[in-house]
């Protein structure tokens, strides 16, 4: 979020400021409600990292170019 999220709170809490304190104090909720989907994509990313190293395997191998 860093320093424009931090700009926008001060911004909305100068012009509502109910509602800038009912975020505040929504963000831990949906952070914590957001977690196990960070979770899953961070699962799913890496399974699809593994298949990749899997499929290219034989050609490193065999001594092909890396694609970095």
Same mark, same amino acid.
Do not use: N, Q
């Given at each position: 979020?860093?320093?424009?999220? /931090?700009?926008?709170?001060? %911004?909305?809490? +100068?012009?509502?400021?109910?509602? @800038?304190? *009912?975020? $505040?104090?929504?963000?831990?909720?949906?952070?914590?409600?957001?977690?196990?989907?960070? /979770?899953?994509?961070?699962? %799913?990313?890496? +399974?699809?990292?593994?298949?990749? @190293?899997? *499929?290219? $395997?034989?050609?490193?191998?065999?001594?092909?170019?890396?694609?970095?």
């Amino acid at each position: 979020m860093g320093f424009v999220g /931090l700009l926008f709170w001060l %911004v909305l809490f +100068v012009l509502c400021w109910p509602l @800038a304190l *009912l975020a $505040l104090v929504m963000w831990p909720i949906v952070w914590l409600l957001t977690l196990p989907f960070r /979770l899953i994509g961070l699962s %799913v990313e890496a +399974v699809f990292a593994l298949l990749k @190293a899997i *499929l290219f $395997l034989p050609a490193r191998m065999l001594g092909g170019r890396d694609s970095r």
